[in-house]
């Protein structure tokens, strides 16, 4: 089992809409995928027409033991895929980690607990490095970043980078990628350009700016479902292949076809 996050310091970057579409092609390739809604906005259980579980503060114990948590997650639309929904109380993410101790790795140990289900869980993930980032970064085997190709994001990409160095967190997890990107603004392919020349590591693959992704919201489904030959949805699917390769997920999927 391996977990993919998706996460950005910044806000509105892509992370939901890129968790989404990884979470329904992890399915669609046969893996079975538990998508983690972190963020108490609810994005990706709303896309997913997931209903929040209605328990009061749920987040309060959604460290405690898998029981209550496995209890929370629901069926999805599309065979393979399970979504555990977000929560108002999720809000309060970083001071429940404390209250359990300030550990930095009370996320990776429930979702052990509950990994045997799933072959892939994918974490869609609120902005800002906060105390739950830290616990994501432990937890991950790789932390998806989607990038705007321009200044700014250019300089949260190398705070990320520097927090990931002085915490000992290592580089290696960070797959960094380029979305809504946009061919015809100079600055984007400057910027790309640039970054890709200093960090071997930028994924091949990447998002271009896409009214198909902002319609996603209306549709409320994954790309693939009602823009199939866009080009948005072709590069996702070659994103989200990208990045299962480069964990070896499609190895763990064979070898277990195998047995
Ligand atoms: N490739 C794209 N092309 C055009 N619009 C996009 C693209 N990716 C995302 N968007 C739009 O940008 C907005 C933010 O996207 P999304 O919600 O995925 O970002 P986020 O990083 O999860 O945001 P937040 O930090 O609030 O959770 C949404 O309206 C979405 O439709
Ligand atoms: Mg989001």
New binding site residues.
């Given amino acids: 089992m391996k977990t993919i996050a998706?996460y950005?310091i910044?806000?509105?970057?892509?992370?939901?809409?890129?968790?989404?579409n990884f979470a329904y092609w992890a399915a669609q390739e046969g893996l079975r995928t538990l998508l983690v809604d972190l963020?108490s906005?609810g994005?990706s259980s709303f896309y997913f027409r997931v209903r929040n579980p209605e328990p009061k503060n749920w987040g309060k114990r959604f460290f405690d033991s898998a029981h209550p948590l496995v209890k929370q997650i629901k069926e999805s639309d599309y065979d393979h895929l399970d979504i555990l929904p977000a929560h108002e109380s999720f809000r309060n993410f970083d001071s429940l980690l404390h209250q359990q101790g300030g550990k930095h790795n009370q996320l990776k140990k429930i979702l052990r607990a509950v990994k045997s289900g799933y072959d892939v869980i994918i974490l869609?993930c609120?902005?800002s490095i906060s105390f739950l980032a830290e616990n994501v970064f432990a937890a991950a085997d790789a932390v998806a970043v989607?990038l705007i190709p321009t200044t700014l994001s250019q300089r949260t990409f190398d705070q990320l980078l520097a927090f990931f160095d002085q915490n000992n967190y290592p580089q290696a997890k960070l797959r960094p990628f380029f979305?809504?990107?946009d061919g015809r603004k100079q600055l984007h392919l400057d910027t790309a350009a640039a970054l890709r020349k200093r960090y071997k590591f930028f994924l091949k693959n990447a998002?271009?700016?896409?009214?198909?992704?902002?319609?996603?919201?209306v549709h409320r489904t994954p790309i693939d479902l009602f823009a199939h030959a866009s080009r948005?949805n072709s590069c996702y699917r070659a994103l989200w292949r990208e990045i299962s390769d480069s964990v070896a997920l499609g190895e763990d999927n064979h070898s277990k076809q195998g047995e």
């Fill in positions: 998706c950005s910044k806000g509105g970057v892509g992370k939901t809409a890129s968790a989404v963020d906005q994005a869609d609120p902005p989607p979305t809504m990107a998002i271009p700016h896409s009214t198909y992704v902002e319609k996603m919201g948005a």
